[in-house]
């Protein structure tokens, strides 16, 4: 069924930047709606962005709002999601995930929605 691979996490100063990449293998990614979601230790997960197929409708969480950016390029199979003016409490596994869907203009954003996840890469956020 092929695989979600994440990239990019690391560690980071307050106010600083990183790009996450979440590259499919395996399966065509533009026939998947995608997502980004993150979980903190002790905390649920929630969502970070939504993307449709076609890349054009994007929703995100409440908290990330301004600072954070998702978008994809099809012909790589790839989602990113940028990051800027990060805080300490962004620090937490971010994961990407892929619902297949024959939508090309909805997003979904709750984590049930998606059947297909990667293992997640590690932000840290130090102050």
């Known amino acids: 069924q092929g695989q979600l691979v994440e990239s990019g996490g690391g560690l980071v100063q307050a106010g600083g930047s990183l790009r996450l990449s979440c590259t499919a293998s395996g399966r065509a990614e533009n026939d998947y709606a995608m997502g980004w979601f993150r979980q903190a230790p002790g905390k649920e997960r929630e969502l970070v962005g939504a993307?449709?197929?076609?890349?054009?409708?994007?929703h995100y969480g409440d908290s990330v709002k301004g600072r954070f950016t998702i978008f994809r390029d099809n012909t790589k199979n790839t989602v990113y999601l940028q990051m800027d003016s990060l805080k300490p409490v962004d620090t937490a596994l971010y994961s990407c995930?892929?619902?297949?869907?024959?939508?090309?203009?909805?997003?979904?954003?709750?984590?049930?929605?998606?059947?297909?996840w990667g293992q997640g890469t590690q932000v840290t956020v130090s102050s």
């Open positions: 993307i449709s197929r076609n890349g054009y409708v994007t």
């Open positions: 995930a892929a619902r297949q869907t024959y939508m090309t203009d909805t997003f979904y954003y709750r984590d049930g929605e998606y059947p297909y």
